[in-house]
């Protein structure tokens, strides 16, 4: 039995993948964010 593998746009993968836009440029998801914050609110360390 053979499958043919279907070819996705760059669109399609943004949608399945739920990416966001980079604001350098592409496009990213978070995958992790450290519970703790800074004096400014920011996460010491995250994951994308």
Known sequence: MTTKARSMSADEVITLLGLEPHPEGGHFV?????AGTDADTRSPGTAI
């Open 30 to 34: 978070e995958t992790f964010r450290d």
